[in-house]
């Protein structure tokens, strides 16, 4: 028996850290921010009003069974490419149509799940759509691309949700109390990550969980990290209300981190190789060696 592993986030950065954990946990739980409103995702909300699926479509095919031969990953990840389905992915629209066939999108995502023969549950991090808002050099800014976008003219602050407490999946709550090891995943600082911990639910139960926290750092910057180091990466996540425990950076690829400012914060600095060639994204199999390392 392995370890129960809870990792949160969004995008690229959530579904590189469960390739790496499928490869040391028993039980795996993705908690995944649903207020994208950018690409297919941005259009279904508009169109249908419902939580954004793209990031969780990414999440199911990075715990997609191994041993699948059939043809479901690659279909889900199929985009069309002309007429009105044009540069929406398959698998966004399955997940909208099992939510509204099944009338809850969780089960939506435990029956995809079952499609993909996946190694763990992928769970939003609210129940229904939610919108972000940030204050950016003096401005408030309404919504993810925007936000994400503003990030490259001035400092993000105050990421807030809209509704302010949006319900959080039970199932995610649940997960996260009784976890040996939470992930924060790298990827887009604030419109992935703080998104996930804006939701008060969530912030409240990774406090009180009895299971370390772990941030993984970022390796490059993005439009809404510009000039951020390392470091700046996990002030971010505490002045927001997060809790961090253990900061995994890599001292020789990546954004420079100060494991003495690190120590500062009340939080234990882990430097380990986890690059991977090139030194410009996360290797998942020495992400796993760190990760596993920790328990």
Request: net charge negative; hydrophobic share 45%; aromatic share 2%.
């Amino acid at each position: 028996m392995g370890p129960s592993i809870v990792a949160l986030g969004g995008g690229h950065g959530l579904s590189v850290a469960l390739r790496a954990i499928r490869e040391y946990a028993n039980e795996i739980t993705a908690v995944v921010s649903v207020a994208d409103d950018g690409g297919s995702s941005g259009r279904l909300r508009r169109d249908l009003d419902v939580p954004a699926p793209g990031d969780l479509r990414r999440c199911l095919i990075a715990l997609a069974g191994d041993d699948d031969d059939g043809p479901w990953s690659g279909a889900f990840e199929h985009r069309f490419s002309s007429g009105e389905l044009a540069d929406h992915a398959l698998g966004n629209l399955v997940l909208v149509g099992l939510a509204e066939t099944l009338g809850d999108l969780t089960a939506a995502l435990d029956e995809a799940g079952q499609l993909l023969r996946a190694v763990g549950r992928v769970l939003p991090a609210t129940l229904g759509p939610v919108s972000m808002a940030a204050q950016v050099g003096g401005e408030r800014i309404t919504g993810q691309v925007a936000i994400a976008q503003a990030g490259k003219r001035a400092r993000i602050h105050e990421v807030r949700l809209t509704p302010a407490d949006p319900p959080a999946s039970p199932d995610a709550l649940t997960a996260i109390a009784r976890a040996d090891q939470i992930v924060l995943a790298p990827g887009s600082l604030y419109t992935s990550i703080v998104a996930v911990l804006s939701v008060p639910e969530i912030r409240d139960v990774i406090a009180g969980a009895h299971g370390r926290v772990v941030q993984i750092a970022n390796l490059a910057v993005e439009n809404e990290t510009t000039g951020h180091d390392g470091t700046d990466h996990l002030r971010a996540v505490l002045d927001h209300g997060g809790r961090v425990d253990q900061f995994v950076y890599d001292p020789e690829h990546g954004l420079a981190v100060d494991p003495a400012a690190v120590a500062a914060l009340g939080v234990e600095p882990v430097a380990a190789a986890i690059a991977g060639l090139g030194g410009t994204g996360h290797d998942p199999q020495q992400l796993a060696k760190a990760l596993s390392a920790l328990l």
